[in-house]
Every structure is written in structure tokens, then in C-alpha cells.
């Protein structure tokens, strides 16, 4: 196993002319989620955090309309996060500030194109979420409707 590195939040790891280090994000769906920031490129690989639902494939976060990416970020947020409600702001703002600390130059979400550029204004968004209402899935009709529109049936 020399090639698997166990990291926690704070833990780094050189990889040559880099130095990788493990962040937690401030929004996560698992207890284990580690985003890791690479401090050559400084870029922020951030897992989940800072997802968005958007209305359609897009090659950069730049290439969606702002209000679509709000919503859509405010959207994953809370489907994805749904204790996202239930922290303290003062708390949660904490989180934020240790990636607001990194300064990334770009995010790289799993669930986003990439953002160049944008930690500053994400960061601000992510800080109104505990104040948001918390999101409701949708139900089976919901879910049945939304799979018959992706098929074209509707």
C-alpha cells in the first residue's frame, strides 16, 4: 500500500513539485469527504461542495447565467447538505473562512464546472445557506415526471 496516503483535514502530502494538502469542505455529504487543495496550481479539488444544479451542460462556471448558478448551488446545497439548516452561521462561517484563508484560484467541484475566479463570491453564497429554507426532494410523481421529460415524453 505505498501508494495510498491516509490524509485528514489538515494533513499534507508532496507529490514532487507540489504540495497537496486535505481540507475539509464546508459543505459535505459524508463524514470522511476530504477536499484537497494543491498549493503550486492553487486549485481547490472540493468534492461536493460548491455543486450546482444547472440548467445544462456547461464547459466553465462562467458559461451560466448568474441567477441560474445561485439557484442552483442554493439547490444542491440543500438536497445535498441538508444539515446545512440546522448549524450555527457563526460556526458554519468558520469552515468558509479556511478556504477563504487558501485564496484558490480555481474550484474544481464534482458536481460544477470549473470555477476560475469565484471562491470569493461562492464563499459568500455558501454563507447564506443555514438562513435559506431547506429544500424538499421531489416525490415519485415529481421524480416520474422529471424522467419522462428527460426521455422526451411529455
Request: with cysteine; glycine share 8%.
Amino acid at each position: 500500500m505505498d501508494r495510498v496516503h491516509w490524509l485528514n483535514p489538515g494533513d499534507s502530502l508532496n507529490v514532487g513539485d507540489r504540495k497537496l494538502t486535505a481540507v475539509r469542505p464546508p459543505l459535505f455529504d459524508n463524514p470522511t469527504t476530504i477536499g484537497v487543495y494543491d498549493d503550486k496550481s492553487e486549485v481547490f479539488f472540493s468534492a461536493d461542495c460548491f455543486g450546482a444544479i444547472i440548467p445544462a451542460p456547461a464547459q466553465n462556471a462562467d458559461d451560466v447565467a448568474e441567477g441560474d448558478l445561485a439557484r442552483g448551488m442554493a439547490g444542491w446545497a440543500g438536497l445535498d447538505n441538508p444539515w446545512v439548516h440546522m448549524v450555527k452561521p457563526m460556526e458554519f462561517s468558520r469552515g468558509l473562512d479556511g478556504i477563504r484563508q487558501l485564496a484558490p484560484k480555481m474550484i474544481l467541484s464534482a458536481h460544477l464546472p470549473p470555477a476560475m475566479g469565484r471562491s470569493e463570491q461562492f464563499l459568500e453564497l455558501l454563507a447564506t445557506f443555514p438562513y435559506s429554507t431547506p429544500s424538499i426532494a421531489p416525490n415519485q410523481t415529481a421524480l416520474e415526471q422529471i424522467l419522462a421529460q428527460m426521455k422526451g415524453e411529455s
